[in-house]
C-alpha cells in the first residue's frame, strides 16, 4: 500500500497543479474581461451615450451679443456628450463674429458647457466707400455705423493709421474726451481736432502724459494750432 501510494502521488500532485494554473488562467481570463468591458462602458457612456451629455451652455462676456447668437454661432447641439465637443472649432467658429475677440471654452462636467467671451471694442471709426465703420483698437472692423456718434473719427492709412490708433490709446481721458479726428500723414505725424476746433499737433504715441501736460498750459492761451510733437518746445499759432 504504501509503495503504490508512493508511486501515485507524484500523479496526482501534477493534476492538482495543473487545475490550479488552469483555474488561475480562468480567475485572470475573467478580470481580463471584466476589465475590457467595463472600459468599453467607460468609453461609450463618456463619447457616445447622452449620460455625459450637454444640457446646458452657459455664456460669460458677451454684451452687445446675445447668449442666444454666441450659442448659435458655437455650432453645439445638445445632446453632444461633452467629452466629444471640440474646443478649438468652437473658439474658431465664435471667432468668426465680428465683435468676437479672445474666445474661452470650459468644461463643467457633467452636463455644462461655458463659453467666455471677450467682446472686441470700438475705439473710433473710418469711412467706407461702404459707409462707416467702427474698429478697434488694432484696426480691425468691429462694426456697420450711421455715423461717428462720440467716437473720434481716424483718417490715415498704413503705417498712419496704427499710429494714429496708439496715440488715440495713449491719450489721456481729458484730452480723449475733446478729441473728435485723428488725422495722420506719417507715423510721427498725428493731428488731432478737439471739440472746440482747435487743432492739436501731437506726433508720434511717445510721451503722452507729458504732452497732456503741456497741452493743458497752453490752451489757457489765445490760439487755434497748438503744437506739442515736441513737449519742451511746445508752440502756439492762430
Known sequence: MTAETDVRAPTD???VRAAARRS?????ALWLLLVVVFGAAVIWVVWFSPLLGVTNIEVRGSTTLTAAQVRQAAGVAIGTPLARVDDAAVASRLRALPRVGAVEVRRGFPHDLVL???ERIAVAVISTGEGWRSIDSSGDVVSAVRGPGALPVVR????????ALKVLLTLPPAVARQTRTIV????DDVVLTLASGDTVRWGNAGR????AAVLVVLQ?????VYDVSAPDFPSIRS
Open 13 to 15: 500532485l501534477a493534476h
Open 24 to 28: 488561475r488562467w480562468g480567475r485572470r
Open 116 to 118: 467666455v467671451v471677450e
Open 156 to 163: 490715415a492709412t498704413g503705417a498712419g493709421k496704427d499710429s
Open 184 to 187: 495722420a500723414s506719417t507715423s
Open 208 to 211: 503722452a502724459a507729458d504732452k
Open 220 to 224: 489757457k492761451q489765445p490760439g487755434r
